[in-house]
């Protein structure tokens, strides 16, 4: 007999609060019941009733949309009550008969009051001035925006547009005129970015060298390469091959013996110059008896050992090795249960 642990999800006894407190059960012991709406829990003894049992939270949230009173007794103390609604929080800091809530202080409460503090500065007005390169000054309270009238010094320079400027350590302009030729540096090839490649080269025929083009809008024709043009020639034998005007690299055909040539170097009239261009050889004449573009099917092909696949063979034999086989012998035989097998439940994590 085997033992086996199946993968299950377990479903715990549930309800909203009012059918709890309506039907007031008597959970067994370590039974669980949960309420779907606040999504509070108790936990049973097997005599106590529901409305009579603790939530088993310690410190339990209550969500609701009102603030809480004096009679919401029935909480721990340190509980805390979130109204959804106000956005404010309670806890419990004492119960008897009555509880005692108090509401929690939020950020924006703590800000406000840093805030009015700081305003306790401009109780007295303060006159703002600026002085120095420039002149000006405003009275602020803090009751309304203030805008101070900046006079700036005068630099002596009258205006107009100038090309030339002349400023002090603050950067004030403290003079202007135009450029003059003197004023212009020298520059360097490698500062003027637009000038193309070709204005840092010289002309003349070493390496390197931009080359001249003549008046007749040509470059000499002596710093040019010779360029060869390989040509075919058809002839019907030997004799009339190495008669021909060949140049290196042309290629004769011989119509004679269906082959071609080509001239590895001059002169051409010595055999020897020529080289014969290879084919490769097809060794096979026929597939099965049949030459051209061959298309071969099982009907071309005896048998042999090797049977040919076939719906039939493939049913049978599946059929045949199947129903000699075990369900414990297949591949997922362990996770099939059987009347002789030991089933454990397990909720599996999250």
């Known amino acids: 007999m085997s033992n086996f642990t199946l993968e299950s999800r377990i479903q715990?006894?549930?309800?909203?609060?009012?059918?709890?407190?309506?039907?007031?059960?008597?959970?067994?012991?370590?039974?669980?019941?949960?309420?779907?709406?606040?999504?509070?829990?108790?936990?049973?003894?097997?005599?106590?009733?529901?409305?009579?049992?603790?939530?088993?939270?310690?410190?339990?949230?209550?969500?609701?949309?009102?603030?809480?009173?004096?009679?919401?007794?029935?909480?721990?103390?340190?509980?805390?009550?979130?109204?959804?609604?106000?956005?404010?929080t309670f806890t419990l800091v004492a119960k008897t008969a009555t509880a005692v809530w108090k509401r929690l202080?939020?950020?924006?409460?703590?800000?406000?009051?840093?805030?009015?503090?700081?305003?306790?500065?401009?109780?007295?007005?303060?006159?703002?001035?600026?002085?120095?390169?420039?002149?000006?000054?405003?009275?602020?309270?803090?009751?309304?925006?203030?805008?101070?009238?900046?006079?700036?010094?005068?630099s002596g320079v009258g205006a107009g547009t100038y090309t030339k400027l002349t400023v002090d350590a603050k950067g004030i302009v403290t003079a202007a005129e135009q450029l003059s030729a003197a004023d212009i540096p020298e520059l360097t090839l490698a500062k003027i970015t637009d000038?193309?490649?070709?204005?840092?080269?010289?002309?003349?025929?070493?390496?390197?060298?931009?080359?001249?083009?003549?008046?007749?809008g040509k470059i000499d024709e002596n710093l040019l390469p010779a360029i060869a043009i390989s040509e075919t020639f058809e002839v019907a034998s030997q004799a009339a091959m190495l008669a021909l005007d060949a140049q290196t690299g042309d290629v004769a055909?011989?119509?004679?013996?269906?082959?071609?040539?080509?001239?590895?170097?001059?002169?051409?009239?010595?055999?020897?110059?020529?080289?014969?261009l290879r084919t490769p050889t097809d060794l096979v004449l026929s597939v099965n008896g049949k030459t051209g573009a061959v298309v071969l099917t099982t009907s071309d092909v005896a048998e042999g050992t090797n049977l040919y696949y076939t719906e039939a063979r493939a049913t049978a034999n599946f059929n045949g090795n199947y129903a000699a086989k075990s369900s414990g012998g297949l591949t997922d035989g362990a996770t099939i249960v059987h009347s002789t097998d030991t089933v454990i439940l397990n909720g599996g994590n999250a």
Do not use: M
């Open 253 to 276: 055909v011989r119509t004679d013996e269906n082959k071609c040539y080509i001239l590895k170097q001059k002169p051409a009239n010595t055999l020897a110059n020529w080289v014969l």
């Open 12 to 88: 715990i006894r549930n309800d909203i609060a009012a059918n709890w407190v309506t039907e007031n059960p008597i959970l067994l012991k370590g039974e669980i019941g949960i309420e779907n709406d606040t999504r509070k829990f108790k936990i049973g003894d097997g005599s106590t009733t529901w409305n009579t049992l603790k939530y088993a939270s310690a410190h339990e949230v209550q969500l609701n949309t009102v603030d809480p009173t004096n009679t919401d007794v029935d909480y721990d103390i340190g509980s805390l009550w979130i109204n959804t609604t106000a956005k404010t």
């Open 195 to 216: 000038a193309g490649t070709a204005a840092s080269k010289n002309v003349g025929t070493a390496t390197g060298n931009v080359v001249e083009v003549l008046e007749n």
């Open 105 to 154: 202080v939020t950020a924006e409460e703590i800000l406000v009051v840093a805030e009015a503090q700081v305003a306790q500065k401009l109780k007295t007005a303060r006159t703002i001035g600026i002085t120095g390169d420039g002149t000006g000054s405003t009275s602020f309270d803090g009751s309304a925006n203030a805008s101070i009238t900046l006079v700036l010094k005068n």
